[in-house]
Protein backbone atom coordinates (compact mmCIF):
# COMPACT_ATOMS: atom_id res chain seq x y z
CA UNK A 1 0.00 0.00 0.00
CA UNK A 2 1.40 3.49 -1.21
CA UNK A 3 2.09 6.10 1.78
CA UNK A 4 -0.43 8.41 2.08
CA UNK A 5 1.51 10.39 4.46
CA UNK A 6 1.25 14.86 2.89
CA UNK A 7 4.92 15.30 2.49
CA UNK A 8 6.08 19.29 2.19
CA UNK A 9 9.52 19.71 -0.20
CA UNK A 10 11.44 22.51 0.83
CA UNK A 11 14.77 22.86 2.66
CA UNK A 12 13.21 25.97 4.71
CA UNK A 13 12.08 25.10 8.28
CA UNK A 14 9.66 28.34 7.89
CA UNK A 15 8.07 27.68 5.20
CA UNK A 16 7.07 24.02 6.33
CA UNK A 17 5.70 26.08 9.95
CA UNK A 18 3.31 28.31 8.40
CA UNK A 19 2.06 25.25 5.67
CA UNK A 20 1.37 23.50 8.43
CA UNK A 21 -0.15 26.08 10.65
CA UNK A 22 -2.47 27.17 7.66
CA UNK A 23 -3.35 23.92 6.49
CA UNK A 24 -4.24 23.04 9.88
CA UNK A 25 -2.10 19.64 9.46
CA UNK A 26 1.06 17.90 10.44
CA UNK A 27 3.53 17.80 7.23
CA UNK A 28 6.52 15.36 6.93
CA UNK A 29 9.36 17.61 5.64
CA UNK A 30 11.24 16.68 3.40
CA UNK A 31 14.54 18.66 2.39
CA UNK A 32 15.16 17.78 -1.04
CA UNK A 33 17.66 20.04 -3.18
CA UNK A 34 15.39 20.75 -6.30
CA UNK A 35 16.81 22.28 -9.39
CA UNK A 36 15.21 26.20 -9.65
CA UNK A 37 14.34 27.19 -13.20
CA UNK A 38 14.95 29.99 -14.51
CA UNK A 39 11.54 31.22 -15.48
CA UNK A 40 9.48 34.92 -15.71
CA UNK A 41 6.35 32.57 -14.41
CA UNK A 42 6.58 31.46 -10.51
CA UNK A 43 3.90 28.93 -11.77
CA UNK A 44 6.61 27.03 -14.25
CA UNK A 45 9.33 27.31 -11.34
CA UNK A 46 6.89 25.27 -9.15
CA UNK A 47 5.94 23.12 -12.02
CA UNK A 48 8.84 22.20 -12.62
CA UNK A 49 10.06 21.69 -9.06
CA UNK A 50 6.72 19.29 -8.54
CA UNK A 51 7.51 17.12 -11.82
CA UNK A 52 11.17 16.95 -10.34
CA UNK A 53 10.00 16.22 -6.70
CA UNK A 54 7.22 13.29 -7.97
CA UNK A 55 10.29 11.50 -10.06
CA UNK A 56 11.76 10.91 -6.29
CA UNK A 57 8.37 8.34 -5.77
CA UNK A 58 7.02 9.82 -3.04
CA UNK A 59 2.79 9.46 -3.16
CA UNK A 60 1.82 12.66 -2.13
CA UNK A 61 3.19 15.88 -1.97
CA UNK A 62 3.90 19.82 -2.05
CA UNK A 63 6.01 22.33 -3.58
CA UNK A 64 6.03 26.17 -3.48
CA UNK A 65 7.45 28.84 -5.37
CA UNK A 66 7.37 32.47 -4.70
CA UNK A 67 7.63 36.18 -5.99
CA UNK A 68 8.10 39.38 -5.51
CA UNK A 69 8.58 42.44 -7.92
CA UNK A 70 8.13 45.93 -8.25
CA UNK A 71 5.14 47.11 -10.43
CA UNK A 72 7.49 49.80 -12.12
CA UNK A 73 9.91 47.86 -13.38
CA UNK A 74 7.23 44.94 -14.95
CA UNK A 75 7.17 42.50 -11.78
CA UNK A 76 10.97 42.56 -11.07
CA UNK A 77 12.62 41.27 -9.34
CA UNK A 78 10.15 38.49 -9.75
CA UNK A 79 11.01 35.29 -9.73
CA UNK A 80 14.22 35.84 -9.69
CA UNK A 81 13.75 37.27 -5.79
CA UNK A 82 15.53 34.42 -3.69
CA UNK A 83 19.08 35.40 -6.07
CA UNK A 84 18.75 38.73 -5.75
CA UNK A 85 18.62 38.29 -1.30
CA UNK A 86 21.09 35.42 -1.79
CA UNK A 87 23.93 37.65 -3.65
CA UNK A 88 22.89 41.36 -2.05
CA UNK A 89 20.39 40.44 0.87
CA UNK A 90 17.36 42.79 1.93
CA UNK A 91 19.90 45.31 1.69
CA UNK A 92 20.07 45.20 -2.46
CA UNK A 93 16.31 44.93 -2.41
CA UNK A 94 15.99 48.34 -0.02
CA UNK A 95 18.15 49.89 -2.63
CA UNK A 96 16.10 49.10 -5.54
CA UNK A 97 13.26 50.69 -3.60
CA UNK A 98 14.66 53.74 -2.88
CA UNK A 99 15.92 54.26 -5.87
CA UNK A 100 12.21 54.29 -7.77
CA UNK A 101 9.62 56.46 -7.46
CA UNK A 102 6.90 54.51 -6.59
CA UNK A 103 7.30 51.28 -4.42
CA UNK A 104 4.40 49.42 -5.47
CA UNK A 105 5.01 45.49 -5.68
CA UNK A 106 3.19 42.36 -5.75
CA UNK A 107 3.89 39.17 -3.64
CA UNK A 108 3.09 35.84 -5.09
CA UNK A 109 3.22 31.98 -4.12
CA UNK A 110 2.15 29.82 -6.27
CA UNK A 111 1.61 25.87 -4.32
CA UNK A 112 1.94 22.60 -5.87
CA UNK A 113 0.14 19.83 -4.82
CA UNK A 114 0.15 16.04 -6.08
CA UNK A 115 -1.99 14.31 -5.12
CA UNK A 116 -0.51 10.64 -6.38
CA UNK A 117 -2.55 10.86 -9.35
CA UNK A 118 -2.42 14.52 -10.52
CA UNK A 119 -1.20 17.64 -9.93
CA UNK A 120 -2.78 20.59 -8.73
CA UNK A 121 -2.15 24.25 -8.73
CA UNK A 122 -2.55 27.27 -6.14
CA UNK A 123 -2.10 30.47 -6.59
CA UNK A 124 -1.90 33.34 -3.73
CA UNK A 125 -1.30 36.77 -4.12
CA UNK A 126 -0.78 40.30 -1.50
CA UNK A 127 -0.71 43.84 -3.36
CA UNK A 128 2.01 46.01 -0.91
CA UNK A 129 4.84 48.14 -1.25
CA UNK A 130 8.37 47.35 -0.41
CA UNK A 131 10.41 49.44 1.86
CA UNK A 132 13.83 51.07 2.20
CA UNK A 133 14.13 50.01 5.73
CA UNK A 134 13.45 46.85 6.92
CA UNK A 135 10.74 46.76 9.72
CA UNK A 136 11.02 43.68 12.18
CA UNK A 137 12.81 40.73 12.78
CA UNK A 138 14.58 39.87 9.72
CA UNK A 139 14.06 36.05 9.87
CA UNK A 140 12.28 34.91 6.93
CA UNK A 141 13.10 36.15 3.49
CA UNK A 142 11.81 39.64 2.35
CA UNK A 143 8.88 39.89 5.15
CA UNK A 144 10.83 42.64 7.04
CA UNK A 145 10.60 45.01 3.93
CA UNK A 146 7.20 43.81 2.47
CA UNK A 147 4.19 46.03 3.61
CA UNK A 148 0.89 44.81 2.70
CA UNK A 149 -1.96 47.55 1.62
CA UNK A 150 -3.69 48.95 3.85
CA UNK A 151 -1.71 47.69 7.00
CA UNK A 152 0.97 50.20 8.76
CA UNK A 153 2.98 46.63 9.43
CA UNK A 154 5.24 44.31 7.54
CA UNK A 155 4.65 40.69 7.36
CA UNK A 156 7.74 40.88 10.05
CA UNK A 157 5.66 43.00 12.36
CA UNK A 158 2.64 41.02 11.81
CA UNK A 159 1.35 38.09 14.29
CA UNK A 160 0.60 34.79 12.97
CA UNK A 161 -2.28 35.14 12.16
CA UNK A 162 -2.37 38.45 10.90
CA UNK A 163 0.12 37.45 8.05
CA UNK A 164 -1.45 34.38 7.54
CA UNK A 165 -4.92 36.11 6.82
CA UNK A 166 -2.75 38.91 5.08
CA UNK A 167 -0.22 36.90 2.90
CA UNK A 168 0.56 35.67 -0.60
CA UNK A 169 1.38 32.05 1.04
CA UNK A 170 -1.58 32.16 3.48
CA UNK A 171 -4.00 32.98 0.20
CA UNK A 172 -2.29 29.82 -1.57
CA UNK A 173 -2.38 27.67 1.07
CA UNK A 174 -6.24 28.59 2.32
CA UNK A 175 -6.86 27.34 -1.37
CA UNK A 176 -4.96 24.08 -0.59
CA UNK A 177 -6.39 22.97 2.75
CA UNK A 178 -9.83 23.58 0.93
CA UNK A 179 -9.01 21.52 -1.81
CA UNK A 180 -7.84 18.62 0.81
CA UNK A 181 -10.65 18.96 2.80
CA UNK A 182 -12.71 18.50 -0.24
CA UNK A 183 -10.62 15.47 -1.63
CA UNK A 184 -10.99 13.70 1.89
CA UNK A 185 -14.85 13.71 1.41
CA UNK A 186 -14.23 11.41 -1.46
CA UNK A 187 -13.80 7.46 -0.38
CA UNK A 188 -10.41 7.13 0.69
CA UNK A 189 -8.48 7.46 3.73
CA UNK A 190 -6.21 9.65 4.07
CA UNK A 191 -2.82 9.42 7.38
CA UNK A 192 -1.92 13.08 7.97
Not at 101 to 121: F, P, T
Request: include cysteine.
Amino acid sequence: MADDRLILVSGNPNKAIEAERILGLPLLRVALSLPEIQARSVEDITRHKLETARSKGYHRLIVEDVSLGFDELGDFPGPYVRWLLEAAGGVGLGAMAYALRNRAARAQCCVAYWDGAEGHVFHGEARGEILVTPKGKQLFGWDAWFRPAGFEKTFAEMTDEEKDRTSHRGAAYRLLRDHLRAESGRPRTLRF
